[in-house]
């Protein structure tokens, strides 16, 4: 359960500096008055929109940490024999960077009030993450024509509930990504537009680390990463 | 310390709210079934969770039935008994306590409490409902599936929880279990978003947190809790999914089951069980929080008293909620885990009792040289801190590891559960609905109904419960049909068992008369006014009871104090509302 | 002024029910009467507790219960108080804590000359093996488990040919020596519980979970599956005798080994078809 641990107490912590912020010491029967002039203890000041989306990805983070502990934790079983890594992953990591990368420029077109790069970037972004989806596909194609099926060993059981999960959570995001096309469309770069396309970006942002993250579970890096802690340690 | 001036209040602009279209629904439709008002949806989410409830209800008496009087009722096989006594549990826990407190009062009391129209995204807490609704009844469904509903326990332990010698493991009752938790935990995580969202955005002009009401930092607490607690039963109920459907051994062991050779191979049902209790530690205080919000608020308020070390109950919350995540493993000392996760475990766990421990304090100064109402929302709170520190108190034998070791799996674990987290907490729930229906209906609650219902309650549910600790010190283990003959069990056990079941009949007959009151209050209750406790909190300052979509008319409120200003010297009343600009005078409008 | 008398009612009747009701634990009948010492400092540490502060709280109803024209005092908090009973209930639980840790190391501490008992559960009976002459197991394994080899035992292991076997019988333990009891399931989870032993522990398929304690009085005991287990679970129970030496050394030369239960089933068979 250490991977969760870790994400907790990193949410602890964010939590706890914001609330350091709010004068939780203070004595609240000693200060009457409205309190509305003092500034940023009513509200972040981050926009509600993106404060929910924020609080969403830490829900969507803790999963995958759970997700991740329970891998660390059934690799410690015995029957554990990892699965060759399909290389079309790689070409699968450098899609959903590309659409990230899209999604970014997307954002600066918004804010800069230019439709049609903005439009533009949306389809690509739409695309190369639509081919990353394939790319998947294709993974577990190659893993089960090479013999490792689902229902074989738990790291393969791993891989597919990883990658589908991760997926899952991508096709979540294209609703979003066609919701914020189809008001491109309509509206251009307005304003409420370029709030959807941010929103858009800082979740494929969020997902594009996600996958980083089970790539290297995946690919035995944090094994060899946790031996060599463990050897500093003794 | 920072005072403000009271020509600082003089600057403060009015806040005139446009008006929304949102909040003129157009149909019917919209404004009871689809509605977007975070009250109706309160209100539905309480219905539908009190409706599940009472079917939880029925199920208690039948377990109860079969443990008074073994082999009278035919029909209480033994299958049948692990069936009732799981989805009881299940029920209990998750779909009455947990969508009660948080999508019910949550959903009525946030918005309000911090002066916001409604809920942030509102469409979103629809859906909310909507998918809890659809997770009660695939739970339903399990009832009349081929084979019943699921009978491994309200844990689900694997292997058993899958495995054909278990009701429903080899049929539809465990699968129609983990998809309807599985949709639960969706709905949750929408309704959750929400509830955050909206306390840290949504506030009114001078609402500062700390002079947010208890009951508000409880439910917010238990919500951040519950939003990263869930995912882990969540992956618990995927990854078992995979090991039932698709024959995956996350879980799964090599073995043996009837003679026959399973392929299975390899997994760890340990591992289930940290899952599922790094959420089931949580949980219990995701319903144990909003309780001890709600509760310091109605002593605070029916003893015309501010609640005593109001800084240190929101530390106290906070505290607990985070310290809560490092303790799942005391539910697991004799699972089999390395023994020596046994010190740290047991150490975080009567840490924890700490906080806890000075929270029942200021409550209990609370009354100290107060003015105490002894209204019936007020009774139910006594009763709840009765019950709680009985029920925290036995938690320090079960926390402590070694004392944990010949009473785990026995009654006492179970008389204990039910003590902290069944009686306390539905203690809270009756006390705030009597608290809470005048504002939400208009109407109060008749009065001698009300007493009737109190009084049954808590002597009755001390009655089952105090003695049940003792049927587990004798040493009946827990999840037994039957005892049998049994040589250590004397036969005085079985006639406390029958007592018991009698006491918790009584009790249960008495939530009917509740029930009743509810229902007859509605239309003969006497009028309420809008603040007929005379609370400061602003959910009893809106313009018209009960509030309407919007909630506040035209202008939200602007806050000038804390939750808690009772019996303040030198003021004209007993209380000071928090939108009261006294003693000066009010911000021109 | 009914609710006073009621939560002083509800202290009274619950002190008197501890000592007057005749249900507690069982006679122990084993070393560790360390639990029960444990076990009777917390109930003396928080039955003071829940008396003083339900009784406090009687007090307060009675005393400060609503009159015509009483006013609440206005005091909004008292560090001094706190910090005082913070410290207190901290001592408190130290208290507990400590003497439960204590044992805790005790009871997860293996003594050198305990002997191995394997304890094998499956849906829904017991069996046993102990050591044969040699003090050893054998290897198991619940693949290797058939209709002629139910417990799982590998028969290519040496250590375990003189292994006796206890099938869904009862077990016996000799009086005054400490056991190792090995703990193992083929199938679901179980729990070994003996309430006059008081150690108990889950039986976890696919592992070997384990406690030890030294049995100091002769008797036969019940045995319990404290994990629910399915369907069976309530009728999964079986015997411990405890014995002197020479009983123990009597009944143990009437049990079978796993070489003698596996090497005359063609004898067997053969008598079958003779008659």
């Known amino acids: 359960m250490s991977v969760v641990i870790v994400f907790i107490l990193v949410i602890a912590g964010i939590s706890f500096w914001w609330l350091a912020q709010q004068r939780l010491m203070s004595k609240p029967w000693l200060e009457q008055g409205a309190a509305g002039v003092l500034p940023g203890l009513e509200s972040t000041g981050v926009p509600t929109a993106k404060l929910g989306l924020g609080v969403f990805l830490a829900v969507v983070g803790c999963l995958f940490a759970l997700f991740a502990s329970a891998y660390f934790m059934r690799m410690e079983l015995s029957d554990w024999r990892a699965p060759p890594l399909p290389s079309v992953l790689w070409l699968n990591t450098g899609l959903l960077i590309l659409s990230s990368v899209a999604l970014h420029v997307a954002v600066m077109a918004a804010r800069r009030n230019q439709p049609d790069m903005l439009r533009l970037a949306l389809v690509a972004g739409g695309l190369t993450t639509l081919a990353f989806l394939a790319g998947q596909m294709t993974a577990w194609r190659t893993l089960a024509d090479g013999g490792y099926f689902l229902t074989g060993n738990p790291a393969t059981s791993f891989f597919y509930l990883l990658t589908g999960m991760h997926a899952l959570h991508i096709l979540g995001g294209l609703v979003g990504l066609g919701w914020a096309m189809a008001g491109a469309w309509r509206e251009g770069a307005s304003a409420r537009i370029a709030q959807r396309v941010e929103l858009c970006a800082m979740y494929w942002h969020f997902l594009l680390l996600i996958w980083l993250a089970l790539l290297v579970l995946l690919a035995g890096w944090a094994n060899d990463f946790i031996d060599l802690c463990r050897q500093l340690l003794t | ?589 | 002024m009914a609710i006073a008398l009621a939560l002083v009612l509800v202290v009274v009747g619950s002190v008197l029910f501890h000592l007057l009701s005749p249900w507690w634990w069982t006679p122990i009948a084993s070393n560790w009467d360390y639990i029960d010492h444990t076990l009777v400092i917390t109930f003396w540490i928080t039955g003071v507790v829940f008396a003083a502060v339900v009784l406090f709280m009687a007090y307060c109803v009675w005393r400060f219960r609503h009159k015509e024209g009483s006013k609440a005092h206005y005091e909004p908090e008292s560090k001094r108080l706190e910090t005082w009973l913070t410290v207190v209930t901290g001592i408190g639980v130290a208290a507990m804590l400590a003497p439960g840790l204590y044992v805790w190391s005790q009871f997860i501490t293996v003594p050198d000359d305990a002997t191995d008992v394997e304890v094998i559960a499956q849906q829904w009976q017991w069996s046993y093996r102990l050591p044969g002459a040699d003090g050893k197991l054998g290897t198991s394994d619940s693949r290797l488990v058939s209709a002629e080899n139910p417990l799982g035992i590998n028969p290519e292991d040496p250590n375990g040919q003189d292994d006796v076997i206890v099938e869904a019988a009862d077990l016996h333990l000799p009086v005054g020596k400490p056991v190792k009891m090995l703990l193992r399931s083929i199938d679901v989870l179980h729990d070994f519980y003996v309430p006059e032993f008081r150690a108990k522990m889950d039986m976890v398929p696919g592992s070997v979970t384990y406690f030890w304690f030294t049995p100091t009085r002769t008797g036969s005991f019940e045995v319990l599956c404290a994990e629910l287990c399915g369907t069976g679970h309530g009728f999964m129970r079986g015997v411990v005798a405890v014995d002197t030496e020479e009983d123990y050394q009597a009944w143990l030369q009437e049990q079978s080994t796993f070489a003698q239960l596996t090497a005359p089933e063609q004898v067997g068979a053969a008598e079958m078809v003779q008659p």
């Open chain 2, 1 to 589: 310390m920072v005072d403000i001036t009271p020509r600082a209040v003089d600057a403060i602009p009015p806040a005139e709210v446009p008006d929304v279209e949102l909040y003129h629904p157009h149909s019917w439709w919209t404004t009871y079934v689809f509605s977007q008002d975070a009250k109706v949806i309160a209100i539905q989410y309480a219905g539908t969770a009190m409706a599940i409830g009472l079917v939880a209800l029925v199920l208690s008496w039948l377990v109860r039935l079969q443990l008074g009087f073994p082999g009278t009722f035919d029909f209480i096989t033994p299958e049948a008994y692990y069936q009732f006594v799981t989805m009881h549990g299940m029920i209990m826990v998750i779909y009455l306590l947990t969508a009660l407190f948080l999508g019910g009062f949550g959903n009525y009391l946030i918005p309000l409490m911090v002066g916001a129209r409604d809920m942030v995204f509102p469409y979103v807490n629809m859906l909310s409902y909507w998918i809890y609704l659809l997770a009660v009844l695939v739970l339903v469904a399990s009832f009349f599936a081929p084979g019943g509903p699921t009978g491994a326990g309200w844990t689900l332990y694997p292997p058993q929880a899958i495995l054909s010698g278990t009701p429903g493991g080899q049929q539809a009752g465990i699968l129609l279990m983990l998809a309807s938790l599985i949709l639960f935990i969706i709905g949750f995580t929408m309704g959750g978003l929400n509830y955050v969202v909206t306390v840290l955005q949504g506030r009114t002009r001078g609402m500062t947190l700390m002079r947010m009401p208890l009951t508000v930092w409880g439910i917010f607490t238990a919500t951040v809790m519950a939003l990263l607690a869930f995912p882990a039963l969540f992956v618990a109920c995927v990854m078992m999914l995979f090991d039932r459907v698709l024959g995956t051994s996350f879980f799964m062991p090599a073995l043996v089951e009837m003679g026959e050779q399973l392929s299975y191979g390899g997994g760890s049902p340990i591992l289930f069980q940290h899952l599922f209790w790094f959420f089931g530690h949580p949980e219990v205080y995701i319903v144990a929080l909003p309780a001890f919000g709600i509760v310091s608020d109605l002593i605070s308020t029916h003893a015309r008293k501010n609640i005593f070390g109001y800084r240190m109950m929101v530390w106290a919350i906070v505290g607990i909620g985070a310290l809560s995540f490092i303790v799942w493993a005391h539910h697991m000392y004799v699972s089999g885990m390395h023994p020596w996760f046994g010190f740290f475990f047991a150490t975080t766990t009567l840490i924890i009792a700490v906080p806890t421990a000075i929270k029942v304090y200021n409550w209990v100064l609370t009354l100290w040289r107060g003015d105490i109402h002894l209204t019936i929302p007020m009774l139910f709170a006594l009763a709840f801190i009765v019950t709680f520190v009985n029920g925290g108190l036995t938690g320090l034998f079960l926390g402590n590891v070694v004392v944990d070791v010949p009473l785990s799996d026995t009654m006492f674990v179970v008389a204990h559960f039910h003590m902290v987290m069944g009686v306390a907490p539905i203690m809270v729930v009756f006390g705030a609905i009597y608290h809470w229906y005048p504002k939400m209906t208009g109407r109060m609650f008749n009065e001698w109904m009300g007493q009737f219902h109190f009084w049954v309650t808590f002597i009755g549910a001390y009655a089952i419960f105090f003695p049940m600790h003792y049927v587990g010190l004798v040493g009946v283990p827990r999840r037994y049909p039957e005892l049998g003959e049994t040589a250590f069990i004397p036969d005085s056990v079985h006639t406390l068992n029958a007592f018991i079941t009698v006491a918790a009949l009584i009790v249960g007959f008495a939530q009917l008369v509740f029930l009743f009151n509810m229902f007859w209050s509605l239309r003969y209750g006497r009028d309420a006014g809008g603040n007929p406790w005379r609370a400061t909190s602003l959910e009893w300052q809106t313009p018209t009871t009960p509030p309407p979509h919007g909630n506040w008319g035209k202008e939200v409120p602007l806050v000038y104090r804390w939750a808690y200003d009772y019996s303040v010297p030198g003021a004209p009343q007993d209380f000071i509302p928090q939108n009261d600009p006294w003693p000066e005078k009010a911000a021109p409008a």
